[in-house]
């Protein structure tokens, strides 16, 4: 049995006038996060992971900022598109564990229901996708309120038919 891991890590800085999405949540929060799609720093981290683990690349490869079709586009689109792609390299996802990096807001209220998404998407078992939010205790940007940073792994099988590493 094939079996391989990947990691993805992204991080955005915050911005006005933008809904603050984590995990495919809306959280409460003043500011949001700027980027070209809706700025999910946990699900871009986990479609690098999931695209790393097939060797396909990452997320700017095959959703850039540069095309005006992923303009403000939701993650959760992006996760699946992503899924589609390891189903065509005939991988698909086992298990997901993440992090985020924030001071602030509060998010393990929010934790479930990023879970709840996540799996959706990959099509998994709520207990096979892992999310954890931590603090950096006012270090660097990320702890002086600047954005927010995600890491996230992902365990994947190779199931047939495809076409590996493409």
Excluded at 72 to 86: C, H, K, M, Q, V
Excluded at 157 to 163: E, K, P, Q, V
């Amino acid at each position: 049995m094939d079996i391989r891991i990947g990691l993805g890590i992204d991080f955005h800085r915050f911005a006005p006038e933008r809904d603050l999405i984590l995990g495919g949540v809306v959280i409460p929060h003043s500011l949001g996060l700027d980027g070209h799609s809706d700025a999910d720093v946990l699900l871009h981290a986990l479609c690098d992971a999931l695209l790393g683990a097939a060797a396909l690349g990452d997320i700017g490869h095959h959703f850039p900022t540069t095309d005006p079709a992923y303009e403000g586009i939701s993650s959760l689109e992006l996760l699946r598109r992503t899924i589609a792609l390891l189903a065509a390299a005939g991988y698909e996802p086992q298990q997901v564990d993440a992090v985020v990096v924030a001071e602030r807001p509060v998010l393990a209220p929010y934790v479930p229901t990023m879970r709840e998404r996540i799996a959706a998407v990959l099509g998994a078992d709520v207990s096979a996708v892992s999310v954890k939010a931590t603090t950096p205790e006012g270090i660097g940007a990320l702890g002086r309120g600047e954005g927010i940073g995600a890491w996230a792994v992902a365990l994947i099988i190779r199931t047939g038919g495809g076409d590996p590493g493409t």
